[in-house]
C-alpha cells in the first residue's frame, strides 16, 4: 500500500470561490485523492483557508466585522460549500489556527539560526487616520503621468505605468480616503532566498519528471536578470501571525506579522497537525506524513495549484523548508492548470461574473459541474465554460450514455426477472470481448488517473459507459429474451454487475450518483476491479436490486438560456 499526500492550494478566505477556482485546484486534487483511496492507498488530503493579509481585512470591514470574526464566518461557509461538492478533504484547516501560528514562527527561527533572515529598514507610507501603514497598492490618488485621478500606489490602472505611492499627485489613503499620510521609517525581515539560489536550482534539476510548464517557471525566476530575489516576509498589520523567533521576542519587530505568502504555504504542514489535534491523534500520527525522519520518506508528496502559484510553490515554500535544515517532506510531483473562463471573457469575483460554488449548487447536483469541469479540465491550455457547451455534456455524457444504461438495464429486469440478479445462462463470445475491451480500458483509465491526465481519465472513463451501451445495444436482451431466457438472464446479469463496476470506476468524478448506483445494487462492495472478469461477477444471481430514480435529469433549452442571462455579471 502506497501512502500519499495531497495538498490543495488554499483559498484565500474573501468570498465564495468560483468554478474557474474550483477546477484550478481543488476539484482535481480530489479527483486523484478519491482515485487513490479507492486503489486502496493510504491518503492525506489536506486543504485549507487563506486568512492572513489586507484583503482579508478590508472584506471584514465592508461586511462590518472584526477581522477573527470574518473570517471564522467564511471558514465556515467554504467549508460547508466544499463539503457539498464532494471534496473529500482529510481536513480543511486555517491558515490563522493556533498550530500554523506556532509553526511559521519556528520555521522563522529556524531560518534565523542558519543567517537566512536579514533586517531591511524601508520608508513606507504612514496613515495617521487609520493608525497604520499601508501597502502601495492601498493608497490612491492622481496620476502624474495622465492625470487619471484614482491610479493605486503600485500602478496607474488606466495608463498602465508602474508607480510608486510617493509619485501620486494628492494621494489618500485607499481605506479611509484620508490624506493625512506621511512616511515613516519602518524595520522588516527579508527571506534571503538568493543565498538559496544554487541548492534550489540543484532541487528543481533533480526533478525530471516534473513538466515542463512548471520547470521553466521556476528557471526563469532563479536565473532572469539578477536572479532569485530576497523577498520580504514581515508586514505592518494587526491581523496576522505575530512575528516572533520560534517561542522568543524578536527585538525591533514588536507589532509586525509575518506577510500572508510565508506563513501560507506552511499551513499544509500545520494543517496535518491541525487535523491530529481535532481527531485526538498524536503527534507521530502526523509527523509520518511530513519529517522524513519519522516515517514520511516513503510518502509521495502532489500538490494541486494553479499556474500563477507555480513559483510560490517550486521556489518560496522549497525555500523555508530547505533552508530550516530540518528533514520536511518536499514535493514530489506538481500537477498545475491554466486558466478556465466564462462565456467569452473571464470569471470574475469583483464583477460577479460567471457561476460561483454557492450558486452552482442551487440549480443543479454537485456531479453535473464535477464531471464537467473535470472533463473541460484546462491542462494544456486555458478552456472555457458555455452553457451550450455544458448542456451538451450533461445530456450526452451523463443523461444518454451513463443514467439511460442503469435505467434500462434495471427497468428490463425488473419487468422479466424481478428485482433479483437472475440465474442461469453463461458468458459467451460478446461477453468476452466487452471483458477483454474493458479490461484495456480500465488499464488505460488507471495509467491515466496515475499520470494526473484529468481528461485523457474522463475521455477512457466515458468509453468505458460507451462499451457498456454498445454490448447492451448488441446483445438486445429484450429480443434474445424471446428466444432463449438462460442467455437473456445471463445478459442481464452482466449488465447489472456493470453498474456496480461502473459505480467504483466513476466515484473519483461523480462520487454523489457512484454511491446512489452501489445503493441501488444492494451492495458495499466497492472493491478496485482489479480483475475485470472477476469484477463482473460481484453481484451472485438472486442478489436483490431497486430501480434507481432517474440519476441524471437533462438540461432543458429553456434551464439554459435562463442561467446564461442569470449570470452574465454583476452578483448581488
Ligand atoms: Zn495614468
Known amino acids: 500500500m502506497a501512502r500519499i499526500l495531497i495538498t490543495s492550494a488554499i483559498p484565500y478566505i474573501n468570498g465564495i470561490k468560483h468554478l474557474g477556482n474550483l477546477i484550478g485546484s481543488q476539484l482535481p486534487a480530489d479527483l486523484y485523492a478519491r482515485y487513490q483511496r479507492g486503489r486502496g492507498n493510504e491518503v492525506m488530503f489536506l486543504c485549507a483557508t487563506d486568512e492572513h493579509g489586507t484583503p482579508a481585512e478590508l472584506a471584514a470591514a465592508k461586511a462590518g466585522q472584526p477581522v477573527a470574526e470574518y473570517c471564522a464566518e467564511m ?4 467549508s460547508d460549500i466544499a463539503q457539498r461538492f464532494g471534496l473529500s478533504f482529510d481536513h480543511f484547516g486555517r491558515s490563522s489556527s493556533e498550530q500554523n501560528h ?14 537566512l533572515i536579514r533586517e531591511v529598514v524601508e520608508k513606507q507610507v504612514y496613515s495617521n487616520a487609520d493608525g497604520r501603514f499601508l501597502p502601495d497598492r492601498y493608497i490612491e490618488g492622481t496620476c502624474p503621468n495622465c492625470g487619471y485621478e484614482r491610479a493605486r500606489g503600485d500602478q496607474c490602472e488606466n495608463c498602465t505605468k508602474q508607480l510608486d505611492p510617493t509619485d501620486l499627485i494628492e494621494p489618500r489613503s485607499a481605506v479611509s480616503g484620508s490624506t493625512d499620510l506621511e512616511v515613516r521609517e519602518t524595520k522588516h525581515l527579508y527571506l534571503c532566498q538568493s543565498a538559496m539560489k544554487d541548492r534550489l536550482d540543484a532541487w528543481i534539476d533533480s526533478k525530471a519528471d516534473w513538466p515542463v510548464l512548471t520547470t ?3 528557471k526563469k525566476w532563479l536565473h532572469d536578470g539578477d536572479g532569485l530575489q530576497d523577498r520580504g516576509i514581515t508586514r505592518d498589520l494587526d491581523w496576522g501571525i505575530p512575528v516572533k523567533k520560534g517561542d522568543e521576542d524578536w527585538p525591533g519587530m514588536e507589532d509586525k506579522v509575518f506577510y500572508v505568502w510565508f506563513d501560507a504555504p ?12 481535532a481527531n485526538g491523534k498524536s503527534d507521530a500520527d502526523w509527523e ?10 516513503d510518502v509521495r508528496y502532489v500538490q494541486f495549484m494553479g499556474k500563477d502559484n507555480v513559483p510560490f510553490h517550486t521556489l518560496s515554500f522549497p525555500a523555508t523548508i530547505l533552508g530550516s535544515g530540518e528533514p520536511w517532506k518536499l514535493v514530489d510531483h506538481l500537477k498545475s492548470f491554466n486558466y478556465l473562463n466564462y ?7 469583483s464583477q460577479g461574473r460567471g457561476v460561483f460554488m454557492d450558486q452552482a449548487l442551487d440549480i443543479l447536483p454537485a456531479d453535473y459541474w464535477r464531471w464537467w469541469l473535470l472533463s473541460h479540465a484546462p491542462e494544456s491550455s486555458d478552456s472555457e465554460f458555455t452553457w451550450e457547451k455544458f448542456q451538451q455534456s450533461v445530456n450526452k455524457d451523463l443523461a444518454d450514455v451513463l443514467g439511460n444504461f442503469v435505467s434500462r438495464i434495471t427497468k428490463f429486469c425488473r419487468s422479466k426477472f424481478g428485482e433479483a440478479v437472475p440465474e442461469g445462462g453463461e ?5 468476452q470481448a466487452l471483458i477483454e475491451e474493458l479490461t484495456r480500458r480500465v488499464r488505460a483509465y488507471e495509467g491515466h488517473m496515475e499520470a494526473m491526465e ?3 481519465s474522463a475521455q477512457e472513463l466515458r468509453a468505458i459507459w460507451v462499451a457498456g451501451n454498445e454490448y447492451l445495444q448488441a446483445a438486445a436482451p429484450w429480443s434474445t429474451f424471446k428466444e432463449d431466457p438462460e442467455k437473456a438472464a445471463a445478459q442481464v446479469r452482466l449488465g447489472l454487475n456493470l453498474i456496480r463496476l461502473y459505480a467504483v470506476l466513476s466515484a473519483p468524478f461523480i462520487p454523489h450518483s457512484a454511491a446512489r448506483m452501489l445503493d441501488a445494487m444492494n451492495t458495499t462492495d466497492d472493491g478496485w476491479p482489479e480483475d475485470v472478469a472477476a469484477a463482473l461477477s460481484a453481484l451472485p444471481a438472486g442478489q436483490g436490486f431497486t430501480v434507481p430514480d432517474v440519476l441524471f435529469a437533462k438540461i432543458t433549452d429553456d434551464q439554459r438560456e435562463d442561467w446564461q442571462a442569470r449570470f452574465a455579471g454583476t452578483r448581488d
Open 454 to 456: 484529468v481528461r485523457k
Open 288 to 297: 509520518r506524513w511530513w519529517r522524513t525522519d519519522k516515517g514520511a520518506d
Open 343 to 349: 462565456d467569452g471573457g473571464q470569471f470574475s469575483t
Open 427 to 431: 458468458y459467451g463470445p460478446q461477453e
Open 266 to 277: 506552511i499551513e499544509y504542514i500545520a494543517c496535518a497537525r491541525e487535523w491530529a489535534d
Open 75 to 78: 471558514h465556515g461557509v467554504q
Open 102 to 115: 506556532r509553526l511559521t514562527q519556528h520555521f522563522a527561527g529556524r531560518l534565523a539560526e542558519a543567517g
Open 216 to 218: 521553466s517557471i521556476a
